[in-house]
């Protein structure tokens, strides 16, 4: 098992940007909550790989060495009740161990929970539902859904995304193992965490605290973004949505069958809370976080009956006709 | 091999256990505190935390005279004890007779209390956290109080019938812990419900 | 199984009515049928368990599979969790200390017998109601049938918003009665070791396996009182409209995990102990020396007892406590490892110079010794806070978990099942065949639980039905399911291996092992009354002293 451990440990060194193993490996850090984690991680893993290394010779040793010999006399070996100096020499050490381990620790928990928040921090606020994730981003007026963009953050002059996590039901965790350890999103008790990513790229991740039939499939995908790119997503993002002549038949099934409801389109009647926000729905990869990449077809499979994608979550099938499914699925593909 | 046992040596000196009516009530109650504990941390970390509804100090009158009646009751049970210990069954009977009649008066004085609660100040278990760690906690109290008053009664009855005699002391001794528990949990209910927490 | 009296061939006993022997048994309040009938309970719901995790497993086996439903798949975790450990690891502890502990300590039976009867059958019917939740149960939408809120039942999971219908009803029912029972034999462990020994038998002269079900004991009536409260309070919830872990009322959900952890760590240890004490019996005899360091392991298990009262927010290290909260507890989690890692070295010290023989009862426990170290070991790395930020809530952490349950507690079971089976039964199990069950058992608890920390490193959180491709995680996966097919044969191997042996064993006599503790000096299986009279002792083994009466242990204690 150490020798597996060593190997892919190793192999994950190499390759940050689309690690060999996995894209979500805890020891592939790109940001530097995850950094400081793994630095840790390596410190414990060393220490203990030394006292199994240890215990385990001794005990492999005490095994072949003291066993009985075909040619036994019978006699009973010498009984030892007990050695004092013995018993202390193995309390001290380990005791000492103890304190290091200890001490190393605590420095890393204040280093990543009690990590000022810089004033150019990119401020967003998850929320966790059953079985989505809400973004918003408050300063910057935006409400969006399942995709988390976040600007990347240059060592040398941090801009740091801070999230602050909360929950619209039960209990979640947001996991994107790349970017910092996971932290629980439960409802009325706020938590906040970090994330710097120091380079470009799709970094995944998943809810990491059962919450339900479909916490298997509430995915998590964070866009790292050059500042350009971010701050014209920012933007993209935050205008009212694009009005279509083509999809007015769409639109207005949308609007007056029980969607509006759930669902908010920016500029419209549409203004629903309990469902992700749709206002820029084709701007995602993915719909129903994460579960199947956004396509006409996959979206008009999704609308026909959710559970056919995902079975147990929350939206329920709407009953339409082929006919109001492919409109409204129509109207849904013009909101870039 | 046959059905032989090795015999050990035998040895004269007396060999001296504790009794274990005794210990087992004292697990028991080791077992019953930890209820408790946690019943009375949910009451204190949830005190000032109501949303709505009334507050402690809106509503609650703390229970003196009936706390007087189910703290008496342990010195009662403690003379009853003491009673038959000594062979005096008529005093005995008298003092278990009111021990009982101090506990039912407890009972009658939450009764009352919870009456005027839920329909003079409308606070009920679902009503706020404050109703919800009130009732629950005051009532596993008075829940153990019916436990305890029922084994009194039992008791009651068989002293009625003349059964018990000298040589069940030992087991209703034990069974008087479990009372004097009770007054302690009170104790601390008290002084968590009425003192700090209003 | 055992008689009331030793059957000669022929006799009435034998060949009294089947209706007869089995009422026996169900109105029995010997503690030697009781701890009986708890291992057969506990065996039948090892093999249930063993379904539910197989299905999983096969779920599990590539991604995106469609073996069963999400529902399916999340009613199994759950009651694969509950059974495991309410109703096969509590009633295997019980049921060894039940049948042990009164004759290790030359007492003729537990000190309330009818309490121990009692606390059995509320266990065995806390069992049948969970169950029942696969048939009973009609709530709304049909949304009865199995609990499926995880073994540790989250708020606010578990509020009837979320849940609907009595499934969780059914969890928290069936194992607040199953509680119950486990107070009242905790309460009849703790009584009998303090006031039924034997002449002679100070505290300081008991053998370990007391000392340790006697901490056991102690930690049982300490932290099931906080789940019995906490289910009242979720009842309570979910039928009065209380708010105790209603978050829309201002209620904490936070608060149920404390609540459950203060009760689910010391759970652990509960578990853990009693598989220390068959250790710590077994070793001694089969390496043929005294135990290192009596004295030590009473003070590091007392030790590992207190601790384990003050670390059990090491379980919720993500959801965002102060920082100071975090640190004390990853200094209390890795202050345990200090008595922890003392045993084994005691142990080790045991085994140092003597001579070890390996039958299938050391064979277990030489596995427990390597098996447990490694657990202990990724137990350390999950109590580095920071570390547990990504491991936790991972299959790394369910690795952990069942690397300590499986790979340490139930190999140490499988140990005392062997030891032990002489006893209880009169006659030898097959030696080939338990080496069989070992090595089938070892290969394929390592194929399983060795490989399935990987997924947890690669970022594979727990208690998801399936998963996508491409995370790096098919593989792992696919040998982790192999695994456990090795383990469900050696299973069938191990308990055809006891019924075979039952019927046409060799005669095993009193004491097969030359071993040294109260129970080798009585008949195999021990008449009703234990033992003809009352022995009294001098040392920690009045058997060794009987045996070596040229250099006795009490010369050296």
Redesign the interface.
């Known amino acids: ?1 150490i020798v ?2 060593c190997w ?1 440990g190793t192999a994950s060194f190499a390759g940050a940007a689309d690690p060999p ?7 592939a850090p790109a940001s530097t909550p ?1 950094n ?2 793994f630095g ?2 390596v410190f ?2 060393a ?2 790989a030394t ?2 290394v240890v ?2 010779s ?2 492999a040793y ?2 072949v060495r ?4 075909t040619d ?1 006399d019978g006699r ?8 004092n100096q ?2 202390l020499a ?2 001290v050490i ?2 000492l161990i ?1 304190v290091a ?2 001490m ?3 420095r ?3 280093s ?3 990590a000022a928040q810089p004033s150019n921090a990119i401020e967003v606020i998850a929320i966790g539902h ?1 079985f989505w994730w809400e973004y918003r981003y408050p300063a910057l007026h935006v409400v969006t859904a399942n995709e988390l963009h976040v600007p990347v953050s240059d060592p040398e002059h941090p801009t740091p995304t801070f999230i602050r ?1 909360l929950s619209a ?3 979640h ?1 947001f ?1 994107v ?1 790349r970017l ?5 999103l ?6 906040s965490m970090w994330i710097d990513p120091h380079e470009t790229g799709l970094y ?14 509430m ?1 998590l995908r964070v866009y790292v973004q050059t500042r350009d790119e971010f701050d014209r997503w920012i933007q993209e993002q935050g205008q009212p949505a694009h009005l279509s002549d083509t999809a007015s038949e769409g639109q207005h099934i949308f609007e007056t069958t029980a969607c509006i409801n759930c669902h908010a389109v920016a500029g419209t009647v549409a203004d629903g809370r309990f469902g992700p926000d749709l206002s820029h729905l084709m701007s995602r990869d993915t719909i129903a976080a994460g579960a199947v990449p956004n396509t006409a077809e996959n979206l008009r499979r999704w609308i026909r009956n959710p559970d056919a994608i995902k ?2 979550s929350r939206m329920p099938a709407m009953e339409l006709s082929d006919r109001e499914l492919d409109a409204v699925t129509a109207y849904l593909t013009t909101l870039r | ?1 046959s ?9 004269e ?1 007396t ?1 001296e ?4 009516g005794h ?2 009530m004292f ?2 109650i ?10 009375v941390v ?1 009451y204190l ?2 005190l000032g ?3 709505t509804g009334p507050t402690p100090k809106q509503v609650l009158e703390a229970p003196i005279f009936y706390s007087i009646c189910l703290l008496s009751s342990s010195i009662t049970i403690h003379l009853a004890v003491k009673a038959l210990r000594a062979g005096d069954i008529r005093t005995f009977r008298a003092w278990w007779f009111g021990t009982i009649a101090l506990g039912a008066a407890f009972l009658y004085g939450t009764a009352h209390e919870w009456h005027r609660l839920i329909y003079k100040d409308g606070l ?3 009503t ?2 404050f109703g ?2 009130y009732y ?1 906690l005051v009532g ?1 109290h008075g829940f153990h109080v019916i436990v305890g008053l029922i084994c009194l009664s039992t008791v009651m009855a068989f002293a009625l019938l003349g059964d018990v005699q000298q040589q069940h002391t030992y087991r209703v001794d034990v069974l008087s812990l479990y009372w004097h528990f009770v007054d302690v949990v009170w104790v601390v209910v008290f002084t968590v419900v009425y003192i700090i927490g209003r | 199984m055992s008689t009331d009296s ?1 059957a000669l061939p022929g006799s009435y006993e034998a060949s009294r009515p089947l209706v007869d022997r089995l009422h026996e048994w169900v109105t029995t309040v010997d503690h030697k049928r009781l701890g009986i009938l708890y291992i057969l309970f506990a065996l039948f719901f090892l093999v249930v368990g063993g379904i539910e995790a197989t299905i999983m497993r096969i779920q599990l086996i590539r991604p995106q599979n469609d073996f069963v ?3 399916v798949f ?1 009613r199994m975790f759950t009651m694969h969790g509950t059974t495991m450990i309410f109703f096969v690891a509590m009633p295997l502890v019980f049921g060894f200390a039940n049948y042990l502990v009164p004759l290790m300590i030359g007492a003729r039976d537990m ?2 017998p009818r309490l121990n009867a009692f606390s059995f059958w509320l266990s065995a019917f806390g069992g049948l109601l969970l169950y029942f939740s696969l048939v009973g149960a009609n709530g709304l939408y049909g949304a009865g049938n199995a609990p ?1 809120v ?1 073994w540790f039942a ?1 708020a ?2 578990t509020a009837q918003t ?1 849940s609907r219908g009595h499934s969780t009803d059914f969890w928290t029912l069936a194992v607040l009665v199953s509680g119950f029972g486990s ?1 009242g034999t ?3 462990i ?2 009998t070791i ?4 034997c ?2 038998m100070k505290l300081g002269k008991m053998p370990l396996l007391a000392w340790l079900n006697l901490v056991m ?2 930690l ?7 789940l ?3 289910q ?2 979720l009842s ?1 919830d979910r039928y ?5 872990f209603d ?9 149920w995990m404390h ?1 459950f952890w ?1 009760f689910g760590h010391p759970e652990v240890y509960i578990l853990v102990i009693p598989a220390f004490a068959v250790v710590s019996e077994i070793i001694p005899v089969f ?4 135990m ?5 392991m009473v003070a590091a298990t007392v030790a590992i007892g207190f601790l384990s009262m003050a670390v059990w927010a090491h379980h919720m290290f ?3 406590m102060s ?1 100071n909260a ?2 004390f507890f ?2 209390s989690t ?2 345990i ?2 008595p922890t ?2 045993k ?3 142990w ?2 045991t ?8 039958q299938a009862p050391m064979l277990f426990c ?1 596995a427990f ?2 098996q447990f ?2 657990a202990g ?2 137990g ?2 999950l ?12 299959y790394f952490v369910v690795a952990h978990f069942h690397y300590v349950i499986v790979g340490g507690i139930l190999f140490a079971l499988f140990g005392a099942f062997y030891y032990w089976f002489p006893k209880m039964t009169g006659r030898m199990y097959d030696e080939t065949v338990g080496k069989l069950h070992f090595w089938l058992f070892v290969i394929g608890f390592h194929l399983t639980f ?2 399935m ?2 997924p947890g ?12 491709p ?4 098919d593989t792992w996966n696919l040998i982790v399911t192999i695994g456990v097919f090795f383990q469900g044969l050696s299973i069938l191997i191990f308990v055809g291996n006891l019924l075979w042996s039952r019927v046409k064993g060799k ?1 095993s ?3 097969p092992w030359d071993a040294w503790t109260l129970e080798w ?3 195999s299986p021990p ?1 009703a009354y234990n ?3 009352i ?4 040392s920690r083994r ?2 060794w002293d ?1 045996k ?1 009466p040229e ?1 006795p ?1 009490w010369k ?2």
């Open positions: 098992m597996v451990l892919f193993l996995s894209p979500t490996n805890i020891f995850a400081t984690i840790l991680s414990v893993l220490v203990t006292i199994f215990v385990f001794l005990l005490a095994v003291f066993r009985k010999r036994d009973e070996p010498p009984q030892v009740y007990g050695s013995v018993e193995w309390t380990p005791v103890v381990l200890f190393a620790t605590a890393v928990i204040g990543v929970q009690k059953q996590l039901d039960t209990d965790s996991w193992p910092n350890g996971k932290t629980d439960i409802p009325n008790h706020p938590n995944l991740g998943q809810c990491a605290q059962y919450c339900g039939t479909q916490h298997a499939k995915l079975p147990g | 091999m059905a032989n046992v090795m015999t050990m040596p035998q040895r000196r060999w256990l504790p009794s274990r210990v087992a697990a028991l080791v077992a019953e505190s930890a209820i408790f504990v946690i019943f949910a970390f949830y935390k109501s949303l009920t278990i679902s706020n956290l919800t760690t629950s596993l | 030793i439903s999400p529902e999340n000190a309330f499926d995880g989250y606010p999971l979320f107070i905790a309460i009849n703790l009584t303090l006031c039924l020994r002449p002679g004991a102690g049982v009536l300490l932290a099931i009182g906080p019995t409260a906490a009242i309070m309570l009065l409209g209380a708010h105790f978050t829309q009322a201002g209620g904490s959900a936070v608060i609540f203060i390496s043929r020396k005294a290192f360091g009596y004295p030590i993500t959801v965002g920082s975090n640190t990853v200094l890795m202050a490892g200090v890692g003392i084994i070295f005691n080790l010290a085994m140092w110079g003597g001579k070890i023989h390996f030489i010794l390597f170290l490694i070991l990724t350390i790395m109590s580095a806070a920071p570390f547990d930020w990504q491991l936790g809530n991972s060795d490989f920390h990987v490193l690669l970022g594979m959180p727990r208690r998801i039905y399936t998963y996508e491409g995370r790096g995680w005669h006599g009193s004491d000096t009585t008949s008449p033992f003809a009279t022995p009294t002792v001098k009045p058997l009987l070596h250099d242990d050296y204690e």
